[in-house]
Structures are given as structure tokens and as C-alpha cells.
């Protein structure tokens, strides 16, 4: 069994079936990529996966426990972060201040300071912050203002927000979009840099099958709704009714 499970969902909207019966096993550990075209399903899965949609049928389970009905911050506290296909940073605050919010909040799902911090709590809190700017490679940064960040820079000030709160699982939906080359190579560093360190889960949304193939241990193909494929990258690759309906002639 895997640290996450979903067994049986299915989701409509309306008319529309946008999720069919779909069974997911992710091994802890793991960075497993979910690909296939518009309107596979992709993104409904994903937001079944952080309880923010309700699915028809099914369940989904991380470390044991359901995740669906669940408020935001009960997600935070499961230890499941998300990093958005558009980055979600305060942009009227520098770079050290975006990642002392998620260190100072209460995960009540309120972004407030505490109360009664002690001043040796505070230059505890700002210790980490800063060493997780070095490991994000961002401290010579850390005094800009964030709304003035390339996208690239965005994305590691967002997944330094969410490192920050050790998670246990972190989903990504295409966190490479819209990036030039050179931005997407840096993420994609940054991305096994985590792997490599940390003991985290990873599941990535991603169109990029660069990103895909330099990153992923195992790969669902989703279409029309439900699992078409799940394997390794090189089967995957290999696989001529991948190949033919999903990745073209794209190569990692």
C-alpha cells in the first residue's frame, strides 16, 4: 500500500465525466508524474487530491487518513502542500518575508504571528528562513521584493514556502509553466535537489516532456478521465499507444 491512495473516484460535472473509476497507489518516497492532454483529468484529480473538490465516488487516503471534506489548513497539518501552476506569493513583501509567514503561522489556516513568540523563538524562526533561502539558492535575494522576481525565481520563493513546513507530500501542477528553457533546467535542479534531501513525496502535473522524463521514477498517462498507463519512464516511452495518442514526437 501506497502513503497515497485513491481508489474507485469518480467525479461529473453536469454532463461532463471528467473523473471515471480511478485507482492511484504513490509509494512514499516516490516522484510520480501525471501527464496526458487537455481535459484527461489531470487538474480535477489533483484537486480531489488537496480535499478541495468532493469527488461523486471513491476515497482518497494519505498516511491512513482521508483527505476529502478537509478545510486547507487540516491538509497543511496532514503534512500536504501544494505548489500552483501560477506561484502564490505575497508580491508586496521581500523574499525573507514570504518565507517567515508559513514559519510563524498557526496552522489554524490563519496567516497570523504568534502571540507570545519569545525573541529567541523569533531569531530561531529567522535562522530557518534564511537557511531555507540557502537551500533554494535564493539568500543573495532574500531583501527583493517578490512581485519583481523572473517566473522562475517565483517558483523557488513558492516551493521555499512550502519546504519550509516539511511536508510529507508535495503535489506540483506544472510548475514549469511558462518558463523560458534555462528557468525550467533550474526548477528541474531544484526538484532533485529536493528528492535527494529530503524525505518528501512528490507528485507532478506536467505538459513538459522534458520535465516528465528528467524527473519521474513512475508516470500515470491519464485519458478521458482515467488511467490509460502507469510505469516506468523508459516503458512509458516505449509504449507505441503512448507514444502515438500523448507524447508525439517529444523526447526528454
Known amino acids: 500500500m501506497g502513503i497515497l491512495e485513491v481508489k474507485d473516484v469518480s467525479k461529473r460535472f453536469g454532463g461532463l465525466r471528467a473523473l471515471s473509476d480511478v485507482n492511484l497507489s504513490i509509494a512514499e518516497g516516490a516522484l510520480h508524474a501525471i501527464i496526458g492532454p487537455n481535459g484527461a483529468g489531470k487538474s480535477t484529480l489533483l484537486n480531489v487530491l488537496v480535499g478541495k473538490l468532493l469527488p461523486d465516488t471513491g476515497s482518497v487516503t ?8 478537509r478545510q486547507p489548513h487540516q491538509i497543511n497539518q496532514m503534512g500536504i502542500a501544494r505548489v500552483f501552476q501560477t506561484p502564490e506569493i ?7 518575508e514570504n518565507v517567515l509567514i508559513p514559519c510563524f503561522a498557526k496552522r489554524d489556516g490563519a496567516y497570523r504571528l504568534h502571540a507570545l513568540e519569545a525573541v529567541r523563538d523569533e531569531t530561531a524562526i ?8 540557502v537551500d533554494v539558492n535564493m539568500q543573495d535575494k532574500r531583501h527583493m521584493l517578490a512581485g519583481s522576481l523572473s517566473r ?7 516551493m521555499a514556502m512550502c519546504l519550509v513546513q516539511e511536508p510529507r507530500l508535495l503535489l506540483l501542477d506544472e510548475p514549469t509553466a511558462g518558463m523560458a ?15 535527494a534531501t529530503r524525505p518528501v513525496t512528490m507528485v507532478i502535473i506536467e505538459h513538459d516532456m522534458h520535465v516528465v522524463f528528467s524527473l519521474a521514477e513512475r508516470i500515470t498517462v491519464m485519458a478521458q478521465g482515467t488511467p490509460l498507463v502507469e510505469d516506468i519512464p523508459a ?11 500523448y507524447l508525439g514526437t517529444a523526447h526528454a
Do not use: C, H, Y
Open 62 to 69: 494519505f498516511a491512513g487518513q482521508s483527505v476529502l471534506g
Open 90 to 96: 505575497f508580491g508586496a513583501l521581500t523574499v525573507l
Open 126 to 133: 529567522n535562522a530557518q528562513a534564511e537557511a531555507m533561502l
Open 152 to 158: 522562475g525565481d517565483k517558483r523557488r520563493l513558492e
Open 181 to 195: 528553457r534555462a528557468d525550467t533546467n533550474n526548477t528541474i535542479d531544484l526538484l532533485k535537489q529536493i528528492k
Open 235 to 245: 516503458r512509458i516511452k516505449g509504449n507505441p499507444k503512448v507514444q502515438e495518442a
